[in-house]
């Protein structure tokens, strides 16, 4: 006989187990550091002498292009940081960088059982959901430090995705706002927010500048949709890619990747109606650089790579209408319209069902018309402070914050 267990079961019970376990280990080391001093004569014992100083944790490989900037920086300076990963072929396990240490700890379940019981000062992440499903916060791991990857509203994570980090970095002073909002709503401590601009852009756009020229080509549309049951496929479809075939103009389908893990069947689906061709391509590049250039124009929904394509590469977007439900997101709570939503008719295009024949029409009028080049400038200044010193901000505070811990902890 087979037993299911939902997940909603299955994540409770691996809590309680990862608690049990946890507790126990906390007893056993108390008892150890007591014997310690008795064995000692009562003189004083250090109990943790093994705690990391510096850890990212990043639960996927697609996310190392946010936190090599910082890796840099952090080796630049001479200083030890782990990266520990839940992708057995993330880059950074084959980065040169002598004071990166990378470690593969597992996937999913597994890599959270590590977590959960990490000995760190700080750890830096950009996954959302923690102390809310499996990533339980570790008693030994005194601050737990959210970065954004993406520069939208902080408020598109799912439910109480960010309640229980203690620091975040973030981008701009409306985000900042939105967090302070969810905080009194739900009753919560105040963060430790800090502004420091966005490392993994300043870093697009310098790599940008140094690259070469983009080649003579047909106009390219890219289609880059986000996931999930407001995305452009679940609303639309496979029925948007046969209408920018009729376009003439080259077409780029780039799926989220996590669609080919929630939504396999879909785009399965899709993938064999429209394979590729001399006029249609698929794309899953891990590094998102090289498609993003060579594209003149990108069709999305509310996927954080429109703001990276209008906004590092400074081209005009088309989004697609998709009647996003707020319901499963943190925005829920709040009554003040998304940023998101403000942006987005600055620097493109709404895209409706009833518009998609007139698509070819909306790409060449976006191409055209200086006033979406203006909005880009504004959106840009809106949502992305301190442009081009990200990297020196984000390093700067985490320095800070560890030397603001251990005297605290001295102190005590």
Not at 322 to 331: I, N, R, W
Not at 370 to 377: D, I, L, W
Request: charged share 30%.
């Amino acid at each position: 006989m087979k037993f299911y267990i939902d997940p909603g079961t299955g994540s409770m019970l691996f809590a309680i187990l990862i608690g049990i376990i946890g507790a126990l280990k906390y007893v056993i080391r108390m008892t150890m550091v007591k014997l310690r001093f008795i064995l000692s004569g009562g003189k004083k014992v250090e109990t943790n002498s093994g705690r990391i100083p510096y850890v990212i944790f990043s639960d996927n490989k697609r996310y190392w292009n946010v936190f090599e900037p910082i890796c840099r920086e952090f080796d630049r300076r001479g200083i030890d940081i782990v990266y520990m990963t839940a992708s057995p072929d993330d880059p950074v396990l084959e980065c040169q960088y002598e004071h990166v240490k990378g470690k593969f700890i597992g996937k999913n379940n597994v890599a959270f059982a590590k977590l959960n019981f990490l000995n760190a000062t700080i750890v830096l992440s950009t996954t959302p959901g923690l102390d809310v499903y499996q990533w339980k916060r570790s008693k030994d791991v005194q601050c737990y430090v959210h970065i954004l990857h993406a520069a939208s509203d902080v408020t598109l994570y799912r439910m109480f995705g960010i309640d229980y980090y203690d620091s975040m970095l973030l981008s701009s002073q409306y985000q900042l706002e939105d967090v302070r909002k969810l905080e009194q709503l739900r009753q919560l401590p105040e963060k430790d927010i800090h502004i420091v601009g966005l490392p993994y852009m300043d870093e697009m756009v310098q790599r940008l500048k140094n690259s070469d020229p983009v080649e003579t080509h047909d106009r390219t549309v890219l289609l880059a949709p986000s996931w999930g049951p407001s995305a452009i496929f679940s609303k639309f479809g496979g029925d948007i890619i046969k209408v920018l075939l009729k376009t003439g103009y080259h077409v780029i389908v780039r799926p989220h990747p996590q669609s080919f893990e929630s939504e396999q069947d879909m785009i399965g689906k899709i993938m064999k109606e429209y394979p590729e061709s001399e006029q249609l391509e698929w794309n899953r590049d891990v590094d998102n650089f090289d498609v993003l250039k060579r594209s003149d124009i990108l069709i999305s929904d509310f996927s954080g790579v429109t703001f990276d394509f209008a906004l590092v590469y400074d081209k005009p977007i088309i989004y697609a209408d998709t009647k996003f439900d707020k319901a499963p997101y943190d925005a829920w709570w709040l009554e003040e319209d998304l940023w998101t939503t403000t942006a987005l008719p600055r620097i493109g295009v709404k895209l409706t069902e009833e518009k998609m024949d007139s698509l070819k029409e909306m790409i060449d009028t976006c191409l055209e018309d200086p006033k979406f080049a203006k909005g880009r400038k504004e959106v840009r200044n809106e949502t992305w402070e301190y442009f081009g010193e990200g990297t020196k901000r984000t390093v700067d505070w985490l320095l800070n914050k560890y030397s603001q811990l251990t005297k605290e902890e001295e102190d005590k």
